[in-house]
């Protein structure tokens, strides 16, 4: 049918469309038919058009539109009924126009239906912004090809034009934005504004007879339960209903055996992109690792089309004698240069009012006067750290608060990455007792295993941390935070360092590690070839404080015990405890007749002489002490 020809009216047994291009509002969905598209109610400050709010000396034409394309993953309607819109202000909107077309190379071609909108509202009308027309004959989707949806209008000369197209972001930009215009600013062919990452055009098309729009992301999450226990699959579903679903219903196979599912949601899950819906299913009666499969049959009560077999989430079933809890280290490399150092701090504190105890900093200083010689083999493999966290030695760096949201607005994306560590369960459990004799601190550490049988991939490494520790001339870069009040309203708990200048000292450090063993994978024999499931096996490391003379503090010293996997370098689990009452380093009795027999710099070079900055000073008997020489 050519642009601009008489339509029939179409009607639908129990829902008749109004006349053509009417505006309606009242118009009753079926229980098959959805609106498609993206509409928030908010006008995005990506919203494209003419650009500067200033007087055009020309009309300019607009034509805004939306891709179905040929696979229909988007959308499986069998017609298209209707189109819903709307503008910034209808102020200086002319001659509005909706319409179909087809696919002309990826682009907008003819027309295939047409209607013209004579009366329109806008966002400037809040309660009734949507333009919603009813197409008078609807349109069969051909199964072969894409079609275009969208709408066209005019902005006459000498008036403000502003930014007249509402664009909204969402999470997947593809086939959103299709935008023309003429002069003073013409866009002479269509453009897909949507591959610029712009967002997608605040369009919703009425589709009818449309089957449930609904598909699993392939993969599921690696689970933990207990034999013969009940436990939800958190599975993935990609919703393309643009009001929602309410009910999945399929079947879940776990080692051959297939169980029937129907859940109904305690509330719509509208929006389109993926959501968890936790599908209730038994664990097998063994222990072992088993497949989960998850088949989506039905959303809404109505069949789910399968023509790319996208209704299928499979994933890894652990079952174990029993589920035991997982501590995640948050490894961070700094230094006083490091002016992401305040992100780290508040970082730890966010995840750790999300997961308490269960967090573990390790803060790698690398100033010469705080650095840890024990890590200097995983740091030369590891370079150009500073700044960044690793989380259980598996990920990437990360930024910290971050996480790998580098880029856009400053965002709390750190949880993104621990979470799925907290959900894991451990292979073993691991708890460490640390005690002191004449200063020597000795970790003891205790591993059980919920298996029998081969692990000779593991491995337990220790590291010695201090808290508290100070120098008046330690100076700590803040320039990124410093006076970023604009930070402070994204994220309160970094108001005291917005308050701060530039450069700040009289800080005290928390977390910093002063000695390690087995840094990178852990002590070699410390857990025998083979173990039993529950026994425990015991090993232990002794620090003597003597050869670590950097630590300051020596009430404040933790021990962190870390099991590794030798074959990735992953963090399997970790505890950390402080040293019980005082190290004995104050309370160790001092000889008044002791004399000095050996000084040294922070960087361990001997010198016959007091030199300013911190002196490292070695007496007789056997005491180390820090001295500030100014």
Known sequence: ????????????????????????????????????????????????????????????????????????????????????????????????????????????????????????????????????????????????????????????????????????????????????????????????????NIGHAAIQVLLFNAKANLSLEPEGPELYTTANAMFDIPVPVFNRYSHGFRSVAGVVEIDGVKTPFDVVLPEIISGIGVSPVNIPAKAPSKTGVYEYKVTLEKANGCPVDNRFNDNVCTGKLNVRPRLVEKKIVYEYFTHFDDTKYPMALVDIQKLQQLYGDRIIPVFVHRHEELECSDYDDFLRQNTNMIGFALIDRVYPKAQPYKGYYIYGDFVFKMNEVVEPRANISAVADISVQPEIHDKVVTANANVRFVFSGDASKYAVGFILTENGMSNPDWVQFNYEISGNHGLADKEPLLAPWVELPAKVKGLKYDNIVIASAGTGKGIEGSIPATVEEEVPVTCSHDFNLRDYPKFINGDNLYVTAILYNTETGEVVNADRKRLPGPTGVEESVIDKNAVEIARYTVDGRRISQPVPGINIVKYSDGRVEKILVR
């Open 1 to 196: 049918m050519s642009a601009g020809a008489a339509e029939s009216e179409i009607s639908k047994p129990d829902n008749p469309a109004p006349a053509a291009g009417n505006i309606t509002k009242k118009f009753v969905l079926g229980d098959r038919d959805i609106w498609y598209g993206y509409w928030n109610g908010v006008i995005d400050e990506n919203t494209v058009g003419s650009g500067a709010p200033t007087s055009m000396t020309k009309s300019v034409h607009y034509e805004v539109a939306i891709y179905l394309p040929p696979e229909r993953r988007l959308t499986t309607a069998e017609t298209i009924g209707g189109l819903r819109f709307t503008f910034p202000t209808t102020q200086n909107i002319q001659n509005v126009e909706i319409w179909i077309a087809e696919d002309n190379n990826g682009l907008p071609g003819n027309r295939i239906r047409t209607r013209v909108v004579p009366d329109i509202v806008g966002m400037d009308n809040p309660e009734n912004p949507l333009n919603e027309v009813i197409f008078g004959q609807g349109y069969s989707t051909p199964s072969d090809k894409g079609v275009f949806v969208g709408y066209s209008f005019d902005m006459p000369g000498g008036v403000s034009h502003g930014r007249p197209v509402v664009v909204q972001k969402t999470p997947d930009y593809d086939h959103g934005l299709y935008l023309f215009q003429t002069d003073p600013y013409p866009i002479p062919e269509w453009q897909n504004l949507s591959r610029r």
